[in-house]
């Protein structure tokens, strides 16, 4: 119970944070940039947009399951936090949080719960379900309004396949001029799942 009451209270912080804290690790060890990468034991991403770089690949929190990758756009800057600490701010970034759970019924609680957390973190604009590769999603078009979210706009997309709930999210800064929806597409399709 502790740890199921642990991964709650982590997931939402995390999407509250926009989906991850900052972190300052670029500066310190940098990650390899991969084309292809497994998330969890299940989720397969190829990263086809040479403009995402993988900024964070966290699998400490594996053991619990639950797995958070993110990737910048465009020239990091530095930028402190309200708790003083600097990290990295690019133009862009994308965030991916994968749980893996006990069963589809944990999962859909999960991603249910990420995605009521999303809407009343931000304005949302427009709330849609898509499918890409297959998969069916449901997306938010949002601003950012918190002071304490460095970025003004964003999307993100929820879903719950099988035993894993997933958010996506893409977030920019205000004079960011690319097309997000059009970027989380290719990126959504370029995602798939392994049949256990």
């Not at 594996?62 to 990290?87: C, H, I, Q, R």
């Not at 990295?88 to 719960?113: H, P």
């Not at 999303?118 to 002071?147: D, F, M």
């Not at 035993?163 to 690319?178: A, R």
Request: aromatic fraction near 10%; proline fraction near 3%; hydrophobic fraction near 35%.
């Amino acid at each position: 119970m502790k740890t199921k009451c642990f991964i709650f209270f982590l997931s939402i912080a995390l999407l509250l944070s926009g989906c991850a804290p900052f972190s300052t690790k670029l500066e310190k060890e940098p990650v390899e940039n991969k084309s292809h990468l497994l998330v969890g034991h299940r989720m397969e991403v190829e990263n086809t947009d040479s403009r995402l770089i993988l900024v964070d690949d966290n699998s400490v929190l594996a053991a619990d399951g639950l797995y958070y990758v993110s990737w910048g756009m465009g020239e990091p800057k530095p930028y402190e936090n309200s708790d003083g600490d600097t990290a990295n701010l690019y133009d862009a970034t994308l965030y991916l949080l994968l749980g893996e759970s006990k069963d589809a019924a944990s999962a859909q609680k999960n991603m249910d719960t990420w995605l009521e957390a999303a809407k009343t973190t931000y304005e949302v604009l427009e709330e849609t379900e898509s499918t890409y590769n297959g998969q069916p999603y449901i997306l938010l078009a949002y601003n950012c309004i918190s002071e304490e979210n460095p970025y003004d706009r964003g999307i993100s997309a929820f879903a719950s396949i099988g035993d894993i709930s997933l958010c996506v999210e893409l977030t920019c800064q205000k004079d960011f001029q690319e097309d997000l929806e059009g970027m989380m597409a290719n990126f959504l399709e370029h995602c798939s799942y392994i049949d256990e």
